[in-house]
């Protein structure tokens, strides 16, 4: 049976990690655990950076943006002797026999590792991306997404008044929910995505169509990051379509800022799930959401799983332009 249990956060934080670390901790407690926060993610171990903490060391954050915890990228957590190394610190130096990892793939290809080497490790998804394919949804991604609804927004009104064309990189690393979403939010006019590609001259005549025929006074073009660079891109557009085209990059902006009632709610009841799996006995696990139902999935199998690309958006947003 377990006794302490620690939790991290690590990779990029997203909003309602908060809530979910709030969760966590005080499921844990409530079940009669003792509760360890490991601070800067996986490097927090091995700086022995570990805290206990009690309930109120969590008050006040379920509204808050970021990680109270702090988090960290680690490279070093892919070598099998640092995994090995990192279990044995967590075991004999701080007795801790399980492990809350929130966070995106690389944590948990972490959390992996860790079970493996004997730590009892459950993984809850938490990142704007919305890449984890066991979950419908990452905690931090409807957040992100209305940053950058928010912006498109605000682009828009400064679009129409310059009768400009803006492009727009939104994040999502290799994931392009956060940009077709948005597009479908904001009635933007084209989006690209690694998901689905549209080759330059493709996209050179939309915009004469939609600009030239149909007389649009903007126009809105979403790209996830990765595609292309969204500057050349623009000056492309700007010297074949007839229109000035600027490129704006929201960058790390959308990564921060007061989570979204729902990013609370996936992060309170993942975490509180996250306890009850650990108290089931399961390891090399995560959580997610599926069909509205919360469920886990082996860690193994869920890096595997391909996320669904969003043809469907596609679609919508083609026939309501
Ligand atoms: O995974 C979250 C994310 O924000 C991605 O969308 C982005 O590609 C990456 O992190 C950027 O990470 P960093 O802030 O470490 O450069």
Known sequence: MIKKVGILTSGGDAPGMNAAIRAVVRAGLD?????????EGYKGIFDRNIEKVNRTFVSDIVNRGGTKI?????PGMANPEVQKEAARILREEFQIDALVAIGGDGTYRGALALSRNGIKCVGIPGTIDND?????????????????VDCVDKLRDTSSSHKRCSVIETMGRYCGDLAVYAAVATGADIVITRENPMPELDLFEQVR???????????IVLVTEHVCDVNELADKITKECGIEAKAEIL??????????AMDRFLGTTMGAKAIEELLNDKTGICIGILNNQI????????LQMENKPNKVYKHVLQRTR
């Open 70 to 74: 702090g988090t960290a990228r680690y």
């Open 209 to 219: 169509l939609q600009t030239q025929v149909e007389h649009k006074r903007h126009l």
């Open 31 to 39: 079940s009669g655990l003792e509760m360890y926060v490991i601070y």
């Open 251 to 260: 960058g790390r902006i959308q990564r921060g800022g007061t989570p979204t």
């Open 132 to 148: 984890i394919a066991s979950s419908d949804f990452t905690i931090g991604f409807f957040t992100a997404l209305q940053t950058i």
């Open 295 to 302: 469920v886990s999935t082996p860690i193994e199998e869920a």
